[in-house]
């Protein structure tokens, strides 16, 4: 059975830097394109960046290129969101996402992601 779990997050200050950590279980790493989602109080779960292994490049929403990266590490079947120059509007709860009939223009879809990690705390406050 396919599962995403999830680590790190917290608490930071504005302008603080955070990194969520997403590691696949029971599946195989390279056969799935990889998202980041992100869904602030009060408001619907939106598309942060994504990522298809034969795609050759990661995409991003515009509010957060330049701030966040995604990256990856095979060995550890692991995908990882670095968070850099963190501001209030990003607090929310962040999900990363797997999907197995990802297609570039498919990754910010939600419905095309067939595996979901619980979900993780982001804070930004001073």
């Known amino acids: 059975q396919v599962q995403l779990m999830q680590s790190g997050g917290g608490l930071v200050q504005p302008g603080g830097s955070l990194r969520v950590s997403c590691t696949l279980s029971g599946g195989t790493f390279g056969n799935y394109g990889w998202g980041w989602f992100r869904q602030a109080p009060g408001k619907e779960r939106e598309f942060v960046g994504a990522f298809r292994f034969s795609g050759g490049r990661t995409y991003y929403t515009d509010s957060v290129k330049g701030r966040f990266t995604i990256s990856r590490d095979n060995a550890k079947s692991t995908v990882y969101l670095q968070m850099n120059s963190l501001s209030p509007e990003d607090t929310a709860v962040y999900y990363c996402?797997?999907?197995?009939?990802?297609?570039?223009?498919?990754?910010?879809?939600?419905?095309?992601?067939?595996?979901w990690g619980q979900g993780t705390q982001v804070t930004v406050s001073s």
């Open positions: 996402a797997a999907g197995s009939r990802l297609i570039t223009s498919s990754l910010g879809s939600q419905a095309m992601y067939d595996n």
